[in-house]
């Protein structure tokens, strides 16, 4: 997979897109708009990262565009241009490939300190602009090598080989980083708010980015009855602290703090 799946340019709001309308179209008349934050390139100072893992071509693309259907002001809030989002895979395996049918053998900690060499080299360019969200984000995968690598071997027993997605041979991807700047928090003190202006609700409501996903990948790379895949997500917050998807509810997702057993939930 491309390791820009995808970028945002800065979008206009409603109001701006109806006034560019009015003036092609000669119309002249009074409007007022509900207010938008008046945000800056500096508000966008929180740093969050998302692990999905086992995944199809058709999951990864998927996200990608949940991700940029959940990208405004009031949902994920994402500096929307080359340094605010990164999106990209952990090299995914073709189902016409040798190493495909030879899984069980896979050094995933090899496979990982190669990776680890290529992502520089694809992404932390001048040119790109996203140096420094870059560099944060290898940070936090190195910090935690040990749990990404014993996921992708858990869930690529567990949940893959003995499924139709690898018996149809599609191409499986072990996991998908999705990396963002944000001028939202997650607050750890903040278990049961209805603050819009904070990620806690945002990602465990009913309506909120992570339970969205739960939806729009359900028939498309569901693993097993028992298992949402949604589920198989880690989150690290804007401080690197790890969140971990406990359960997917019927109005909500259960957020763990896995330091301190704390949890988020918005079950409405």
Not at 50 to 75: P, S
Not at 109 to 117: N, R
Not at 133 to 154: P, Q, S, T
Not at 247 to 263: C, F, G
């Amino acid at each position: 997979m491309s390791i820009f799946k995808k970028l945002f340019g800065k979008k206009k709001n409603q109001g701006e897109q109806l006034l560019d309308v009015m003036e092609e179209n000669d119309v002249e008349m009074e409007v007022s708009f509900g207010s938008e934050p008046d945000l800056k390139d500096e508000d966008y100072k929180y740093t969050h990262c998302f692990f999905f893992y086992c995944l199809n071509e058709e999951g990864f693309n998927t996200i990608a565009k949940e991700v940029q259907d959940h990208d405004e002001a009031h949902l994920l809030s994402l500096l929307r241009n080359q340094s605010g989002v990164l999106m990209f895979d952990f090299p995914g395996i073709s189902g016409d490939s040798k190493e495909y049918s030879e899984m069980d053998d896979i050094n995933w900690e090899q496979k990982f300190d190669d990776w680890m060499e290529q992502i520089p080299a694809q992404f932390l360019k001048e040119e790109h602009g996203n140096i420094e969200l870059g560099e944060e984000v290898i940070a936090l995968l190195r910090e935690n090598k040990e749990r990404i690598c014993g996921n992708i071997v858990d869930y690529t027993m567990e949940y893959w080989k003995e499924n139709d997605h690898s018996k149809n041979k599609e191409t499986y991807i072990p996991a998908m980083v999705v990396s963002f700047k944000s001028s939202k928090k997650m607050d750890l003190e903040d278990e049961m708010s209805e603050n819009q202006d904070g990620m806690n609700l945002v990602l465990t409501s009913g309506s909120g980015f992570l339970k969205t996903c739960s939806y729009a990948i359900e028939d498309k790379v569901r693993l097993d009855q028992e298992k949402d895949l949604v589920s198989l997500t880690d989150y690290w917050d804007q401080n690197g602290d790890m969140w971990i998807v406990e359960d997917i509810r019927p109005k909500s997702v259960l957020l763990l703090h896995w330091d301190t057993d704390t949890y988020c939930n918005h079950d409405s």
